[in-house]
């Protein structure tokens, strides 16, 4: 895998920016599509995949409470969210309006730089053991064996520092701390997780029912019931981080240039 300080930031970053922009699914749904687009039956032209347009796109996209969000972070972001929803446009024959796309993307970094300002300004502090169970996660997700490789692939290909990875996972641990603080107990019930079971199934059913009429297997809810939690959870510290934006968003200066 080639990595790069861009695809980092992104992906620390990527499901926090989706959320408070409203803009689209997590990695896992455009993954989905991308499988359903390479499925299409024999013979059927699949649309040819549209480009982002960054013309125009000032140098600093927004200012908040005097921190700059300059063209490169919204770059960033913006281009693995157009990606994403060019997936799922293909697939539903809508064109993508680029224009609110980019008004979704500036929001959701606005509201992550006040989330990080919140977060330094409380005085929470990141452990370097947190710090280090991220980029375990990070060394699994890519396949590597051991840190070293990991950091060795991003100062090889990108120069991007030890300290300098360390300093992003250092922020995503202090604002993971934050939205825990904000959301309180988040432990998902029955109840919640059997209303999620039974919106999957009937998407998969009605998913099965349109390629060809058969039935298909869906797992069990005792099998899915840990990915069933993870997803309750991932929702309602999700709401905790929208509503504590909102809150933040009332007394902060913000000007967005796009």
Request: glycine fraction near 6%.
């Amino acid at each position: 895998m080639t990595l790069n300080k861009k695809w980092i930031i992104s992906l620390l970053f990527a499901a926090l920016v989706l959320t408070l922009a409203a803009c689209g699914n997590d990695d896992e749904s455009a993954e989905d599509n991308n499988d359903e687009a390479e499925e299409a039956a024999p013979g059927t032209e699949q649309p040819e995949m549209p480009e982002p347009d960054l013309e125009g796109i000032p140098e600093v996209v927004a200012e908040v409470n005097g921190e700059e969000i300059t063209r490169e972070e919204f770059e960033t972001t913006y281009q693995g969210q157009f990606q994403q929803a060019s997936l799922q446009a293909m697939m539903s024959g809508q064109e993508i309006d680029q224009d609110q796309l980019k008004g979704q993307i500036a929001e959701g970094l606005v509201g992550q730089r006040l989330l990080i300002q919140e977060a330094d300004n409380s005085g929470i502090e990141a452990s370097e053991e947190e710090i280090d169970e991220i980029l375990d996660q990070l060394v699994e997700q890519n396949g590597m064996e051991s840190r070293d490789e990991f950091l060795a692939a991003l100062e090889e290909q990108q120069g991007m520092s030890e300290e300098e990875v360390r300093s992003e996972l250092e922020l995503q641990v202090k604002v993971d701390q934050l939205i825990a603080r904000e959301s309180g107990d988040i432990e998902p019930t029955d109840e919640e997780m059997e209303e999620l079971y039974e919106e999957f199934a009937a998407q998969q059913e009605e998913h099965a029912a349109g390629e060809d009429g058969e039935e298909t297997d869906v797992p069990s809810f005792e099998e899915m019931k840990p990915d069933l939690e993870a997803q309750v959870k991932r929702q309602k510290e999700a709401e905790a981080s929208q509503l504590l934006v909102e809150k933040l968003r009332e007394d902060a200066d913000v000007t967005i240039h796009i």
